[in-house]
């Protein structure tokens, strides 16, 4: 005889069907019925009836619905946050049991520019230490892709609080100009106030709070008017072009200071700034780390540590 999988979620648990709740967890994930349809290889119809019948089941509205797609309600998201939690629970169980060996393995996420110029260059360091835990990388420079459930552990810039989050400093830093050794050459002497005058790179930050370019000068009481220069969305490929001597750009130091150290960029002028966010490492409080990810974690922060210090700035 076949078990429906609805009665069995209903008389023991008190819970909608599993299917209507996995339908919602990739609805509410995507933030799109078209999206978690195609994840799930069903209409979108069918995701948006399971939707409403979900919502006439608890009596509330789940999602708010308008031409741009769809985003959850306060009872959505409070929802949501239980709902994909309990499935990680569950999926990190079940690789577990599959492999005999639980909890090697830690999803991190993090930009791009930290993953190449911070994380990268330090690998090394944990997997002599820790050979028997590997690392899955999530690099993502909208780090509201870091709220995925499959993720363990995020660094993300220390602004606001997120819901259903534990956060630790990671470190503060400190923000001055560099450029490459021929540019710095061609241009000596830099001086503060010639700044303006030479080419710019800017970086147009996903995060709003990010110091620009006028930011730093005005924080530096250097004077300006319009700034030279190009643009790029990427950091790690504006610091490339400041390495190519294309223009000046701002360095932080805990991503530059390893490319200082090779002679690839030099540190020109003497003005500097404290970065006014800094860094903090994440998780969900309501997914408990895993002993793998506990020791990714305090790694993370000794290096931090180590940093910190020869930027002259506390972590």
Request: proline share 6%; aromatic share 10%; glycine share 4%.
């Amino acid at each position: 005889m076949q078990i429906k999988e609805a009665a069995i979620a209903r008389k023991f648990h008190g819970l909608p069907p599993l299917t209507t709740l996995a339908v919602f967890e990739a609805a509410a994930r995507s933030a799109s019925f078209k999206q978690a349809a195609d994840e799930l290889n069903v209409t979108t119809g069918a995701v948006s009836r399971q939707i409403k019948a979900l919502e006439d089941e608890l009596g509330v509205r789940l999602f708010q619905r308008d031409k741009s797609g769809v985003n959850l309600t306060p009872p959505g998201q409070d929802l949501f946050s239980e709902v994909a939690a309990s499935f990680a629970r569950c999926a990190d169980a079940i690789r577990a049991v599959k492999s005999e060996r639980a909890f090697e393995s830690v999803t991190f996420a993090c930009t791009d520019a930290f993953a190449t110029a911070w994380l990268m260059p330090r690998m090394p360091d944990f997997w002599s230490r820790y050979p028997g835990v590997s690392i899955n990388y999530f690099v993502s420079d909208n780090v509201r892709d870091f709220r995925n459930t499959e993720i363990d552990l995020f660094i993300r810039p220390a602004t606001g609080a997120w819901p259903n989050e534990e956060t630790h400093p990671l470190f503060e830093d400190l923000i001055y100009p560099v450029a490459g050794p021929r540019f710095a050459e061609l241009h000596d002497p830099i001086k503060a106030d010639s700044l303006k005058d030479l080419p710019l790179l800017h970086i147009d930050w996903s995060n709003p709070d990010w110091p620009l370019w006028q930011d730093f000068l005005q924080a530096t009481s250097v004077s300006f008017h319009a700034l030279r220069g190009v643009r790029f969305s990427k950091y790690v490929l504006m610091l490339s072009a400041a390495e190519a001597d294309q223009g000046i750009a701002l360095g932080w130091h805990s991503l530059v200071h390893p490319l200082i150290q090779q002679g690839k960029l030099l540190r020109v002028t003497t003005l500097s700034m404290r970065d006014p966010i800094g860094f903090c490492i994440a998780w969900n409080r309501k997914k408990p780390l895993s002993n793998a990810a506990t020791l990714f974690k305090s790694w993370l922060i000794e290096q931090a540590t180590e940093i910190a210090q020869t930027s002259g700035v506390a972590a």
